[in-house]
C-alpha cells in the first residue's frame, strides 16, 4: 500500500467524505459530475493501460441513486467494450460491440451481452465511486492487482423484451444485442430465488444436442452451430475500499481504492459459424 496524503500522513478528509486514491486527489468543484447524489450521475474519465500495453480513455460512471456503475472503454481494434453493475438486482453486465470487417462481408458491427451475478465486493459501492476524482487526469494508470482469469460458460438465453424483468439496465445496454444475451444456469438459481421471472430465461439448443458442440474454430461449415468464445478485459476499475487508521478519529475511515485488472472469457451457443468470425483458435 503506498502512502496518502501528502508526505504520507493521512489528512482528515472534509465531509462528506471523499476518497483519495494515491495519485488521484480530490478536486472540489474542478471534475464533472460534482454533486452526486443530486441525481445527475458523475463520471470520471481515466487514462489506462490494457493487457497488450496500449493506452485507451476509459469512463466510469457511477449512479448512486439508481447504485450503479457502469464502465466503458475502446480497444485499439474498435470495440467498444462497456460493463454495467447494477447493485440494486445483483447483475453485472458486460456488453461487447465488435465491428466487422466490411470488407470480408460482415455486417458493421456484432453485439454480445453477457449477464451475470454481480457480488457486492467485486466492485466498490456507487455512492464510494461517484466521490472519486483524480487530480491529474493525464496520467496512464495501471491497476495495482491483477484478478485471476474468470472463465463463464453461458448456458443459457435472456428474452430481451422480458429483460427488464432482471435489470432496468438491460434494456439500454443490451438493445443492439437482442438476439445475443446470455447467461449461466447457476445465475439463473439465484435470481429466480429472488423473486425474478422465469419467462426472462430460455434453454439454448446447446443443451438438448446429444453429442455436445465443437468450438466454432474447429467448425469449418459456417453454417453450422457451434461453442463461440470471447475474451474481454476489464483494465483498471476500483475494486477495494482503503481504510486508514488516525490517532484522531475513533474508527479507521476511508482513504483510498485499489485498482484492479480482471480478465473474463466466456463460452457460448452461435446458431453459425460465421456469428464467431475472430474465434480461430483451437
Ligand atoms: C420473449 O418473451 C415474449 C413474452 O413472453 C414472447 O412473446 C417471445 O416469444 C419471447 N421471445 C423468444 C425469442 O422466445
Given amino acids: 500500500m503506498r502512502p496518502l496524503g501528502r508526505r504520507g500522513v493521512p489528512t482528515a478528509p472534509p465531509a462528506p467524505l471523499l476518497l483519495l486514491l494515491p495519485l488521484l486527489v480530490s478536486l472540489l468543484g474542478a ?21 497488450d500495453g496500449q493506452v485507451t480513455e476509459e469512463s466510469l ?14 480497444k485499439p481494434d474498435g470495440t ?22 466490411l470488407e470480408k462481408g460482415q455486417s458493421q458491427f456484432q453485439a454480445l451481452c453477457f449477464v451475470t451475478r454481480l457480488h457486492h ?26 484478478r485471476g482469469l474468470e472463465h463463464l460458460h453461458m448456458d443459457v438465453a435472456v428474452n430481451f423484451s422480458q429483460g427488464g424483468l432482471l435489470s432496468p439496465h438491460l434494456r439500454n445496454v443490451c438493445a443492439e444485442a437482442a ?29 438438448t444436442e446429444p453429442s455436445g458442440l465443437r468450438r466454432c474454430g474447429q467448425v469449418g461449415d459456417s453454417g453450422r452451430p457451434c461453442i463461440c ?15 486508514c487508521h488516525s490517532h484522531d478519529r475513533p474508527a479507521p475511515y476511508r482513504c483510498g ?26
Fill in 31 to 51: 471534475a464533472r459530475g460534482v454533486g452526486a447524489g443530486s441525481g445527475a450521475p458523475a463520471e470520471l474519465r481515466v487514462r489506462v493501460r490494457l493487457p
Fill in 121 to 146: 465486493n467485486e466492485i466498490i459501492p456507487s455512492e464510494a465511486m461517484a466521490k472519486l476524482r483524480q487530480k491529474n487526469p493525464r496520467a496512464v494508470r495501471q491497476a495495482e492487482e491483477v
Fill in 179 to 207: 438476439e445475443s444475451i446470455y447467461t449461466r444456469q447457476e445465475d439463473v438459481r439465484f435470481w429466480l430465488e429472488q423473486g425474478v421471472d422465469s419467462s426472462v430465461f430460455e434453454a439454448l439448443p446447446e443443451a
Fill in 80 to 101: 467498444l467494450v462497456s460493463f454495467t453493475a447494477d447493485f440494486k438486482k445483483d447483475v453485472k453486465i458486460f456488453r461487447a460491440l465488435i465491428l466487422g470487417e
Fill in 257 to 282: 481504492i485499489r485498482s484492479c485488472q480482471k480478465n473474463y472469457r466466456f463460452d457460448f451457443y452461435v446458431p453459425h459459424r460465421q456469428l464467431c468470425l475472430w474465434d480461430e483458435e483451437p
Fill in 229 to 243: 468464445r470471447y475474451g474481454l478485459s476489464l483494465a483498471w476499475y476500483p475494486c477495494l475500499l482503503k481504510y
Fill in 61 to 74: 460512471q457511477a449512479d448512486s441513486d439508481a447504485d450503479s456503475i457502469s464502465l466503458e472503454l475502446r
